[in-house]
């Protein structure tokens, strides 16, 4: 049983746009969670952060939004940019060393 | 740093073969961790190793899975025999402390196909 969920396998967006993935997970002991991003033929990168104590993180570009009620957790990429078209990963962690990930979304941003 | 250092890059085997998968973890890093990545199923942990000793082995499929860390620079992951389920890219990543929360630094992962 998948216990973190990306139901979208893939998202094209318009270079400028803003790029929003999501994120959904069923244990509600998680209480942190990371966004990776993966190009071709390379591993996963460390993107953004969140815990469970706030519900919005931000860096640059990039913004998590963490809603706790609903389980749910999104990436907001604005403006998107062609250098922003990868697989992106949501991953979560009960306080240990354990992250379970989703399966990836990925997105392509048009130019 | 060159980062954490898979090999190979690619390995094509027949079903029945012994497969080794070789890691070497960011300098310094304590902990050390074997992922396989498929479409259905995402990035799955296998393997957990901190200072060199196996935390966590409950993601190993089944005992055709094995894992080393003979020391703080390496570690092999090995399947014999393969069978053509295992085809998928297997990654080694590796971390400081898990609890930063900076996650772990991946290789570039080695894609296994068993044919």
């Known amino acids: 049983d998948q216990q973190v969920k990306q139901n979208s396998p893939s998202l094209s967006v318009q270079e400028g746009r803003i790029s929003i993935l999501n994120c959904d997970y069923t244990n509600s002991m998680f209480d942190y969670f990371l966004w990776y991003k993966k190009y071709p033929a390379e591993g996963p990168t460390f993107l953004i952060s969140?815990?469970?104590?706030?519900d919005k993180n931000e860096d640059g570009r990039f913004t998590v939004f963490l809603n706790k009620s609903a389980k749910h957790l999104s990436l907001h990429i604005v403006p998107s940019q062609p250098g922003d078209s990868a697989v992106y990963f949501c991953?979560?962690?009960?306080?240990?060393?354990?992250?379970?990930f989703g399966t990836g979304t990925r997105l392509k941003v048009l130019a | 740093d060159a980062g954490v250092i898979q090999s190979p890059r690619h390995e094509v085997t027949e079903m029945g073969q012994e497969v080794t998968l070789r890691c070497k973890p960011i300098s310094g890093h304590n902990s050390l961790f074997w992922y396989r990545q498929t479409m259905m199923r995402g990035l799955e942990l296998l393997i957990y190793f901190n200072n060199n000793v196996p935390i966590d082995d409950s993601g190993m499929p089944e005992d055709r899975f094995s894992a080393k860390m003979p020391n703080a620079s390496f570690s092999t992951l090995k399947i014999q025999p393969s069978e053509p389920r295992d085809s998928a890219v297997y990654f080694c990543a590796s971390s400081l402390d898990y609890r930063t929360g900076l996650g772990y630094t991946f290789g570039s992962g080695t894609r296994l196909t068993v044919v």
């Open positions: 991953a979560a962690s009960a306080g240990t060393y354990k992250y379970i």
């Open positions: 969140i815990s469970s104590i706030k």
